[in-house]
């Protein structure tokens, strides 16, 4: 599962995936016009934020299966942590952090105006959240969990 190559396609309500060293490529269908994408390696599973609903798709990688977790309108960008949780974007100014376990959205961290992106930093346990709003990086530090 480590050699595989995930990409969006937006246009298509599809993520595709790459085989890089097999040179396989097949289609998974997720929900409409998917954008950020994050994977769990411990876990094996992608998260793909769909930015035209209200729900990130959870693809298990290792069954196969897609489920939709309902995280409120226009989620766009994803990141899971060393935990497993995941970390979602939303126009409305509130990174959405949903548990592996259950596949619930678990708390809303307020962050700044327009988040688009985020990333998580594992040496500092820390996610990072550009917001294009104001022009600021909010920080949501995991270390008080």
């Not at 961290?109 to 294009?132: C, M």
Request: hydrophobic share 35%; glycine share 8%; proline share 8%.
């Amino acid at each position: 599962m480590s050699h595989r190559v995930f990409v969006t396609q937006p246009d298509h309500n599809k993520v595709s995936v790459i085989d890089p060293i097999q040179g396989d490529m097949w289609s998974i269908p997720v929900g409409p016009h998917p954008t950020g994408i994050a994977f769990d390696p411990q876990r094996h599973r992608t998260y793909v934020a769909n930015s035209g609903f209200k729900t990130v798709s959870m693809l298990d990688m290792t069954t196969g299966g897609v489920s939709n977790i309902d995280v409120g309108a226009n989620p766009t960008c994803v990141a899971a942590d060393s935990h497993g949780r995941v970390y979602v974007t939303h126009p409305d100014g509130l990174v959405r952090v949903i548990d592996p376990n259950s596949a619930n959205v678990t708390a809303k961290v307020p962050v700044g105006s327009q988040p688009q992106g985020l990333a998580f930093e594992p040496h500092s346990n820390r996610v990072y959240v550009a917001n294009r709003g104001d022009g600021t990086v909010s920080v949501i530090d995991l270390t008080r969990d």
